[in-house]
């Protein structure tokens, strides 16, 4: 497989085309951003344990049935991926209220929801990601009904075996984003990354954050809390 251009900057990794059209390379780096992008960190390393635990995670994902794009990791920063045509929508899944949600609803944060919920941020770096309903994403022709209605399937889907996943290593899993899109056969796939980026992981006995929160909220251990959920991950299921 051979490493052509540079297709693509975002925040936390890089994408690179590739002599197969159906297939791209992700390059993960250490930085981390928050904020929409006005807070700026990194550790050294990052890059590598995300990229790690994303494909940790993809693969115990496939294995419950769930397709996503993981192919093959090439490298410590590289991993081999479908191809996807992604739907322009951040899709956030809630099992206890936390951050954004506690605040808009003025619910505490560590509230247990009577079950989870779905939402979906229209991804608009300039608009600031806007929350953004069903109804408007398919009158901005963004999805189609089933489109939003296959996504909510697979995401409460991807939900239930996230948090088998996490609980059997002493994490809450109490909110996550996803991205999904489209592969070269047209089937809905979870694409991006799951990691301590993108999910809210509390340890299931003291309800430490291990995840992104810490550099949000300058909390400390940053970098440390990421080793500890990557460690416990690579404890129980392997590399
Ligand atoms: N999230 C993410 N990328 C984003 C926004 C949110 O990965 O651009 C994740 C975030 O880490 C958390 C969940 O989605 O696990 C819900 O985030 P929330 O809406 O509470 O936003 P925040 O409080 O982080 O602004």
Redesign the pocket.
């Known amino acids: 497989m051979q490493k052509l251009d540079l297709m693509y900057t975002g925040k936390a990794k890089k994408v690179y085309s590739t002599d197969d059209e159906t297939l791209c390379i992700f390059e993960y780096k250490d930085d981390a951003t928050?904020?929409?992008g006005e807070k700026k960190g990194s550790f050294e390393g990052k890059g590598i344990i995300n990229n790690k635990m994303a494909n940790i995670i993809f693969r115990l994902l496939e294995k419950e049935g769930i397709r996503t794009h993981f192919v093959e990791q090439l490298s410590d920063r590289e991993t081999l991926v479908k191809k996807v045509n992604i739907i322009p929508l951040?899709v956030?899944i809630?099992n206890v209220a936390?951050?954004?949600?506690?605040?808009r609803y003025g619910v505490k944060e560590g509230t247990a929801l009577e079950s989870s919920t779905i939402?979906f941020?229209y991804k608009n770096d300039d608009l600031g990601?806007p929350l953004i309903n069903s109804y408007h994403a398919v009158a901005l022709g963004i999805a189609t009904r089933e489109n939003i209605e296959e996504i909510k399937t697979l995401a409460f889907k991807i939900n239930d075996a996230l948090k088998k996943i996490f609980i059997e290593i002493g994490i809450k899993l109490?909110?996550?984003?996803i991205e999904v899109g489209f592969d070269s056969e047209g089937n809905i796939i979870l694409s991006d990354e799951i990691s301590p980026?993108?999910?809210?992981l509390w340890d299931a006995e003291t309800n430490k954050k291990l995840?992104?929160?810490r550099f949000?909220f300058d909390l400390g251990e940053f970098g440390d809390v990421y080793h500890e959920v990557f460690n416990r991950l690579v404890e129980k299921y392997g590399e």
């Open positions: 928050a904020f929409n951040e956030i809630r936390a951050g954004s949600f506690s605040k939402e941020s990601d109490i909110d996550f984003k980026d993108t999910c809210r995840d992104k929160d949000r």
